[in-house]
């Protein structure tokens, strides 16, 4: 049972557009939802979190989104650029105000491409 | 600060070995775990280990194992290797708590022969 899904498995936009990447989860009892984006043969880098108790974030051109009655959020990044291309993970957790206790759950990437 | 750091990076194991991977976490974090990426399964957690003590566990069978040092580096071990433990297992650190963001090291690339 796939508790975070990321249904578009690649996602192809031009260079100054915006890109929408789309994460769902099914466990309510999520509370921290993070991106990360990732190169190949390398670790996952860190881009953007969110709390539940908060519904937008935003880091220069990157935007986290979270919809909790829809279970959904989404990145947006704008404008995309041809640097930003790479698979991107949603992952959430469970923080229960004591920590994570380290265990993210991964959707399985969508791989975004932005072509110049 | 220095980021998260593995070693080796990468390692070629035959089937039935047993292999050591180790993870230093970034300065100040004392929460460390463990994800095994692959194509067919994606990013999967492991386990975590925060003051030497393993604190969560995926499911994976037990010849998966870990451990942190007082240090909080920490080690995970592969007994018994199988065709299937080829990936690359990736180690993240987060200071905890309160915050949960884990960053993650540059992985180990694991080839079972």
């Known amino acids: 049972d796939q508790q975070v899904k990321q249904n578009s498995p690649s996602l192809s936009v031009q260079e100054g557009r915006i890109s929408i990447l789309n994460c769902d989860y099914t466990n309510s009892m999520f509370d921290y939802f993070l991106w990360y984006k990732k190169y190949p043969a390398e670790g996952p880098t860190f881009l953007i979190s969110?709390?539940?108790?908060?519904d937008k974030n935003e880091d220069g051109r990157f935007t986290v989104f979270l919809n909790k009655s829809a279970k959904h959020l989404s990145l947006h990044i704008v404008p995309s650029q041809p640097g930003d291309s790479a698979v991107y993970f949603c992952?959430?957790?469970?923080?229960?105000?004591?920590?994570?206790?380290?265990?993210?759950?991964f959707g399985k990437g969508t791989k975004l491409s932005v072509k110049p | 600060k220095a980021g998260v750091t593995q070693t080796p990076r990468y390692l070629i194991k035959t089937r039935g070995q047993q292999v050591t991977l180790s993870c230093s976490p970034i300065?100040?974090?004392?929460?460390v775990s463990w994800y095994q990426q692959t194509p067919g399964q994606g990013l999967q957690f492991l386990f975590e280990y925060f003051s030497e003590t393993q604190r969560n566990k995926g499911n994976f069978p037990g010849r998966f194992s870990g451990r942190q040092f007082s240090n909080s580096r920490s080690e995970m071990n592969v007994s018994t290797l199988e065709l299937g433990d080829s990936a690359l297992y990736l180690c993240a650190s987060s200071i905890d708590p309160p915050n949960d963001t884990q960053y993650f090291g540059p992985g180990t690339r694991l080839t079972v022969l």
């Open positions: 300065s100040g974090h004392r929460s």
């Open positions: 992952a959430a957790c469970r923080s229960g105000g004591g920590g994570s206790q380290g265990n993210l759950i």
């Open positions: 969110i709390s539940s108790i908060k």
